[in-house]
């Protein structure tokens, strides 16, 4: 497995304002994704960022709105931009190790609240 | 569209039931992922399953990888509090690319009541 952070928890941010979440990992990984789960919900896909490449966004999501970056292959940070109190969710990293085939491991998540 | 329908969606029982989550779709997946999630936290991998027809097992847990691998279970026995949480599938398909995607399904809230 690995052990997965992200930086903030939570936040509350107010309408217009952008916020940046980090993504760490404690080993090198080359697939990293972005999710989005409303509270008690099911996961929604954003992007997959891997490392080397521009991230592939998912139907309904744009670079514009939720850029991505992947500086290594241990980091990447998610921005919401303009925000509107539709953003409002819980965001989570995740990870593929390499040689795991399509396992998944997830960071804890990132709760936010826009007002 | 692929879609991965799971049911119930949510789950309220007593210590010591039995239960069980399904996950069905009409696409056919590589493998298929079952997760746990509590409050607060990122979902946990519980297990993969790979093969038409595999059952695996965790302590009181039982998965099931459909024949046609279009579809999964997963059977908890005697409940307990612990158990507690958000059960999702996942389904990944391979992609020309060499990659994967992977669709999850809308999740089972369960409640185990002492």
Redesign the interface.
């Known amino acids: 497995s690995a052990v997965i952070s992200q930086k903030p928890s939570r936040d509350i941010c107010q309408r217009g304002t952008s916020l940046t979440i980090q993504c760490q990992v404690d080993s090198q990984v080359t697939m990293m994704f972005w999710y989005r789960q409303q509270p008690g919900q099911s996961l929604t896909l954003i992007a997959t960022a891997n490392q080397g490449s521009e991230a592939t966004y998912e139907s309904g999501f744009v670079i514009d709105k939720f850029p991505i970056s992947r500086p290594n292959l241990t980091f990447s940070t998610l921005t919401v931009s303009n925000m509107s109190p539709e953003d409002s969710s819980i965001y989570l990293c995740s990870v593929v190790l390499p040689g795991q085939g399509d396992e998944q491991y997830f960071g804890p998540g990132t709760r936010l609240t826009v007002t | 569209t692929q879609l991965l329908e799971?049911s119930p969606q949510f789950l309220s029982i007593q210590e010591g039931e039995n239960l069980t989550v399904y996950c069905n779709s009409s696409s056919v997946f590589?493998?298929l992922?079952w997760?746990r999630q509590e409050p607060?936290?990122?979902?946990?991998?519980l297990v993969?399953v790979v093969t038409g027809g595999e059952v695996k097992k965790l302590k009181r847990l039982t998965f099931q990888f459909g024949d046609a691998r279009k579809d999964s279970s997963l059977h908890i026995t005697a409940a307990q509090p612990g158990d507690t949480g958000?059960y999702?599938c996942?389904g990944?398909t391979l992609l020309n690319t060499g990659?994967?995607k992977?669709i999850?399904?809308?999740?089972t809230?369960l409640f185990v009541k002492a």
């Open positions: 799971q590589s493998s992922q997760y607060g936290e990122g979902p946990v991998l993969t958000l999702l996942a990944a990659g994967f992977t999850f399904g809308a999740g809230r």
